[in-house]
């Protein structure tokens, strides 16, 4: 997109991490609970329940979806609204729409990725996102630097390739690959939603949202937003290694925990930790190594790469963080203590993250430099909002550790058993005949 053009390049920025980062956080909680749902209920055996949890997680997805729709319908005055500089928030309004379809293909996805993960069905997933990746690649090299099609050569591939994704996975479902979890359809879907929707947990997207916008409002907002994309990008990038450790973490330990086998639990949290924080410091060292090239792959601008290299040791910090942070994270889901998760998200970014970054970036905002020093002045801009999102995932990662610490897994195995064996229905007896009613043979 940076390639197209600069504006473009911000609009999409806006779009992707106001209004999508939005949604985004909201389809990632509601995913969460139900993984640790289906992860439980595999561990102890249920399996018949994973099928109904994966439909529920449709259901309420889909209620979503289709609520935040006019949000991008309507992207160029809610942007304006916003206070964004107008011209990126019109060429916002085109880039939008396309993102709809996304945002339905995204939450379908990410159900039936909760359901197959729960069941350790990765190689699957690996397999369908591999094949995603590379028509995704190639369309959009051809519709964009062949036929110069622009931003709608990057929409249609994208939407293309998450619509792969979905179809591989229900062909994957439907036609036999999971005959112990998928019975069709059934109306005991519909049931007890509500206890699926309290183990939403919150996610830090929307602190991405914030920091777009308190971008946007300094002068030359177009330089840096771009900049700040390219750095949420690569974080993207990252996020994505570390949102499989999230998923591999949760799911092994709502299965240990079903199964009553807290000492594979804690072996599987000692691992994924050692794991995690050795790829977080080599994808550390290999972003400060590449640094000075990095930006050149999404911009020609000269002034776009100056302002991401004095971003770029925030960046590298925020890289070795987040690969901590989501492992904690999926330790907490797994044990379905989402909302202690989501109280310490709250803290942690929007009440130490977001004021303190509002402070160091305000001084800008409104031209007071932030001191002197030496004779020289301080004005942290951007660097001062990124700064306020370490100081919050650094909060978070500490307060998240001490829990986990000294968290009874003894007793979580207790309430992990009581949890699936009232969800849905009160006895084993009456949920099996229910559950043959309703049924519905795809």
């Known amino acids: 997109m940076g390639h197209i053009g600069s504006t473009h390049l911000a609009a999409y920025a806006l779009v992707f991490t106001v209004l999508f980062g939005f949604v985004l956080g909201i389809q990632l909680g509601m995913v969460g609970g139900v993984g640790t749902l289906c992860g439980q209920a595999y561990g102890t055996k249920q399996y018949e329940k994973l099928g109904i949890y994966l439909q529920q997680s449709c259901i309420i997805l889909l209620v979503v979806c289709v609520l935040v729709t006019p949000m991008f319908v309507f992207a160029a005055p809610v942007l304006k609204a916003l206070g964004q500089d107008h011209n990126i928030a019109d060429m916002a309004g085109d880039v939008a729409p396309w993102f709809i379809a996304v945002v339905f293909l995204y939450g379908a996805m990410y159900g039936c990725n909760a359901y197959l993960q729960s069941q350790s069905k990765n190689f699957v997933l690996s397999c369908y996102a591999i094949v995603s990746l590379l028509v995704h690649v190639l369309l959009s090299w051809f519709l964009v630097v062949k036929l110069e099609f622009g931003v709608s050569g990057v929409m249609s591939s994208t939407c293309l390739a998450f619509l792969i994704m979905n179809l ?113 410091a080599v994808l550390m060292l290999v972003f400060l190594m590449f640094k000075e090239n990095v930006a050149y792959l999404f911009t020609k601008s000269e002034q776009v790469a100056e302002a ?32 202690i998760v989501a109280f310490v998200n709250l803290g942690s970014y929007y009440l130490v993250g977001v004021p303190l970054g509002v402070l160091l970036g305000s001084y800008y905002l409104v031209g007071v430099p932030l001191g002197v020093l030496l004779g020289y002045v301080f004005n942290l801009q ?25 968290t009874d897994w003894d007793k979580q195995v207790i309430l992990a058993q009581r949890r699936i064996s009232s969800r849905l229905v009160g006895d084993k007896t009456t949920y099996h005949s229910s559950y043959n009613d309703h049924v519905t043979a795809v």
């Open 308 to 339: 991401f290299a004095r971003l770029s040791p925030l960046v590298a910090v925020y890289v070795l963080l987040n690969n901590v942070q989501p492992f904690l994270t999926g330790v907490a889901s797994g044990a379905a203590q989402q909302g």
């Open 168 to 280: 591989g996975q229900l062909l994957y479902m439907v036609v036999g690959g999971c005959r112990e979890t998928w019975r069709g359809f059934t109306a005991l879907a519909f049931r007890d939603l509500e206890a699926t929707v309290k183990l939403v947990v919150s996610i830090e997207f929307c602190y991405n949202l914030i920091l777009i916008l308190l971008t946007g409002k300094m002068e030359n907002a177009e330089v840096a937003i771009d900049a700040l994309s390219i750095c949420l990008i690569i974080t993207g990038w990252t996020t994505v290694v570390s949102g499989g450790f999230l998923s591999a973490v949760s799911v092994r330990v709502s299965n240990e925990l079903g199964r009553k086998d807290t000492i594979a639990a804690k072996f599987s949290i000692v691992t994924t930790l050692v794991m995690s924080v050795s790829i977080g």
């Open 382 to 406: 951007v660097e001062g909002v990124w700064t306020g999102m370490i100081i919050g995932i650094g909060v978070q990662t500490i307060i998240l550790a001490f829990l986990i610490s000294t």
